[in-house]
């Protein structure tokens, strides 16, 4: 059914489509009968200032320099903002819409929101992908002093113009209502689960164990926050203190950290035995799930991990693939019983939950079925993204009861 309402999606972190969550949101309100427009920055295989595909309009810019350091941290704000303004100028002038639909982060955009909800009447959606006070915190380290203090007040201030909030999981709705003092009718939860149907198994290939028997796998970002030091260390007590040779790792994915990881890696000792494929096609990353033995969710507890939805995890369940994780709050609601947990931070026993999977295959499969089950019963895209047809009916009214005539 046509709506006849647009909705532009602004996103900073990653480039459109490979930012799966915010793809999976544009093709589902497109499905939905809604306009959707897409604001986000050029990345690898994304070089286009301009496209249409599958009916969504993407708009790029030149993405900032990766984030190194506070000052490059701080820095990527204002030119996010600036170059999203003036394409949000843009598509305002040449499609209209009727919601800005913001993904975080940073918590900036609600300035954006505010001018066209006062110019052009828009109504303003803020999508929370991070909780950025913590994330900051993650990433550099230290106590809440004044950049923490700023970050709680755009938070605050996003609240505060949004009409709409859509949360990841139940303890961001929590946050956002408590801390955020928004009203819980108005906050819908959308998990960011694989759409099944399209995030398939394919044969294993044993060739990608690079001659040993065992192949366990990490999929993700590589940033300060995510934990790659802890594996790298955990894999050192695998490979170099119980003496296993006979396992090979592969760390799949990028980011700031990339390099950093690399030569702790190499100082460990470890070139040999850890493959770092960086970016890869999702046809790569099927091809290496589908012949891992064994996943690892290696992000530390923190105050931003322990609430926050792991997509690997989600991936991770959706190959039927056991995994080991720290003991983190919203990775245990996702995996339940289909992970085995170390103490969170500990990397000694995170490889030792390695090798008590590698070594119990009956486990392993028991995991991996218990996963596959879950993921096709409630996590799937399937399930979950039916939420954001939702909220956005209610938004602009369509989920109302029809007047009697």
């Avoid at 070089?47 to 708009?59: A, N, P």
């Avoid at 493959?275 to 790569?284: H, K, Q």
């Amino acid at each position: 059914m046509e709506k006849n309402k647009r909705i532009l999606i602004i996103v900073e972190n990653l480039p459109v489509p490979f930012d799966r969550r915010v793809w999976l949101e544009s093709t589902t309100l497109t499905a939905a009968g809604y306009g959707v427009s897409v604001i986000c920055p050029q990345g690898k295989n994304f070089r286009e200032s301009f496209e249409v595909i599958d009916g969504i309009s993407i708009y790029r810019y030149p993405p900032p320099p990766p984030t190194t350091n506070k000052l490059s941290y701080a820095w990527e704000f204002p030119y996010c903002w600036v170059m999203s303004l003036r394409l949000a100028s843009k598509v305002a002038r040449r499609e209209g819409f009727d919601a800005i639909h913001a993904c975080n982060p940073p918590d900036t955009f609600f300035l954006i929101g505010l001018l066209f909800k006062l110019f052009r009447r828009s109504k303003f959606v803020f999508d929370q992908h991070d909780l950025c006070p913590e994330l900051y915190l993650s990433r550099f380290g230290g106590r809440p002093a004044v950049n923490f203090g700023l970050l709680r007040g755009l938070e605050w201030l996003t609240y505060r113009t949004a009409d709409m909030v859509i949360a990841t999981n139940f303890s961001y709705k929590k946050h956002a209502s408590t801390v955020g003092r928004f009203p819980e009718s108005k906050i819908h939860v959308v998990r960011s689960g694989p759409r099944i149907s399209q995030f398939t198994p394919v044969e294993p290939e044993e060739e990608l164990k690079r001659g040993k028997k065992y192949l366990v796998c990490y999929l993700g970002v590589m940033a300060p926050q995510d934990g790659l030091d802890y594996l790298l260390r955990s894999i050192r007590h695998v490979v170099d203190v119980v003496d296993r040779k006979d396992v090979h790792f592969v760390l799949i994915g990028s980011g700031d950290s990339f390099v950093d990881v690399k030569l702790l890696r190499d100082d460990l000792g470890l070139t040999d035995c850890v493959e770092m494929t960086g970016r890869i096609s999702d046809e790569d990353v099927r091809r290496y799930l589908s012949t891992a033995d064994v996943c690892v969710c290696p992000d530390p507890k923190n105050l931003l991990n322990d609430v926050s939805t792991m997509n690997k995890v989600l991936e991770y369940m959706t190959f039927a693939k056991p995994m080991v994780s720290f003991d983190l709050k919203e990775s245990h609601y996702s995996a339940q019983d289909g992970a085995l947990y170390a103490v969170p931070n500990d990397e000694i026993e995170f490889g030792e939950r390695i090798i008590q999977l590698l070594d119990d295959p009956e486990l392993r499969e028991r995991l991996g079925k218990q996963n596959r089950k879950r993921i096709e019963e409630s996590l799937c895209w399937e399930h979950t993204g039916e939420e954001i047809v939702r909220a956005y009916d209610a938004l602009f009214g369509f989920d109302a009861a029809p007047e009697e005539a």
